[in-house]
């Protein structure tokens, strides 16, 4: 029983470290396609902080969920904020900055959660240290897992958005076509590859490298 309550208590941080770091991660590619030009994301409202303007039910909700009761590493997605390439006076750059946005963001706020932690490592141990502890580990590892989750270069993820900069005006019309279908593509990647290789590659990659950062930097 004792067990079944800290996996919840565990799986419920993960959970709600997930949601603020899902909500900056699409801000900020709106804020930067807003900055580079494109108003599309704040005329739809998507400039907040607000959570319920950015939530999918199974993105933001049942899959982070899942992976947490799951004891694996928490991420998912959000409602994708909208924006227009064509208002970029260069799409490509504008493509590659607007895309690295948010995995940048959610590296940014993993520093600020092991900063926090090691500042707190320095005060006499006690119950509220320990906990802020596990919150900032927990909050670490949760945005840089969606970090390099979203860095690997596969539509529509936003590490594709590197694709962009090598490609032939034609070539990158074809590639915004091929982007519409590319969901379905990144969910058998994650869901029916593992089946089939007998192994979780992404759970592998994730671990290799958000997991070995929160491990050095927090010693656990």
Not at 176 to 198: D, E, K, M, N
């Amino acid at each position: 029983m004792l067990d079944f309550f800290n996996i919840s208590i565990y799986s419920l941080i993960s959970f709600l470290c997930f949601i603020p770091a899902i909500v900056v991660h699409e801000v900020s590619h709106g804020f930067v396609a807003y900055k580079l030009g494109d108003p599309t994301a704040k005329s739809k409202g998507r400039l907040t902080l607000n959570p319920l303007a950015h939530v999918d039910i199974f993105g933001t909700v049942i899959m982070p969920i899942m992976l947490a009761l799951a004891g694996g590493p928490v991420f998912g997605y959000a409602k994708p904020v909208p924006y227009n390439p064509m208002y970029f006076k260069n799409i490509r750059k504008g493509e590659f900055y607007t895309g690295m946005a948010g995995p940048a963001s959610n590296i940014l706020m993993a520093l600020v959660g092991i900063i926090i932690a090691r500042i707190v490592y320095l005060l006499p141990p006690s119950d509220f240290a320990i906990w802020v502890v596990v919150v900032c580990y927990y909050f670490s590892m949760v945005n840089l897992c969606l970090a390099f989750f979203n860095l690997i270069p596969l539509p529509p993820l936003d590490g594709s958005s590197i694709i962009a900069l090598f490609l032939s005006d034609r070539a990158l019309r074809q590639y915004y076509r091929i982007q519409r279908f590319a969901l379905p593509v990144l969910f058998v990647v994650i869901f029916i590859v593992p089946y089939f290789l007998g192994f979780n590659i992404i759970g592998l990659y994730l671990d290799v490298t958000a997991g070995a950062i929160v491990r050095l930097a927090f010693g656990f």
